[in-house]
């Protein structure tokens, strides 16, 4: 989870952010897309183990389960989510195509719960399928938690954007950031 330290510096950064927006108004968008069962179905599993005993378990839940079995003391293995399995278009994925003709993809993020190491994988997929997002705009976060994902929208409105979109299929991940968005007053759109 996010330390108090992190939390401070985040809303000391949103702070600025605010007063800088009250002077120059001008409308900044960004679209932050999450990965698994979002932009792309896949077929990587994350592998627990705990005292001999391993658990494979699927992206979709992962999504649900995963910060739970880590709680109890599961150790994930996301080695398989380094790549893309069997990957195809999910439900957002011609969303976000048509947003990325109408915008351009300089500001389209993917965040994602996988590790920084799936960049790459991510971006070759995208690419195949005609999604070209810079790869410095991939973030594996190697985290699961909502708050980890509401933190790094959180740093991306302190750096400037003031419209955001977010869309994630883990409910957890778009309540927690559609709390932050309101506890900021941050404009965008959670779904």
Do not use: C
């Amino acid at each position: 989870t996010v330390s108090d330290i992190e939390l401070q510096k985040t809303a000391t950064d949103v702070r600025k952010a605010n007063n800088k927006y009250s002077e120059d108004t001008s409308p900044k968008g960004m679209t932050a897309w999450d990965f698994d069962d979002t932009l792309a179905t896949t077929k990587s599993n994350v592998i627990f183990t705990k005292d001999g005993e391993t658990k494979i378990v699927s992206a979709e839940d992962f999504a649900t389960q995963g910060a739970d079995l880590v709680a109890e003391g599961w150790v994930p293995d996301f080695s398989e989510f380094n790549k893309v399995t069997g990957g195809t278009p999910g439900p957002f994925f011609d969303k976000a195509m048509r947003r990325a003709k109408k915008y351009g993809t300089q500001d389209t993020f993917i965040l994602t719960a996988r590790a920084p190491e799936s960049a790459p994988a991510i971006k070759e997929f995208l690419d195949s399928l005609g999604l070209n997002i810079p790869i410095e705009n991939i973030t594996g976060l190697g985290n699961s938690t909502g708050e980890a994902k509401a933190r790094w929208l959180l740093d991306k409105h302190a750096q400037g954007y003031n419209d955001i979109a977010f869309a994630d299929d883990a409910l957890q991940n778009v309540e927690a950031v559609r709390k932050v968005f309101d506890e900021f007053d941050i404009k965008g759109k959670v779904e």
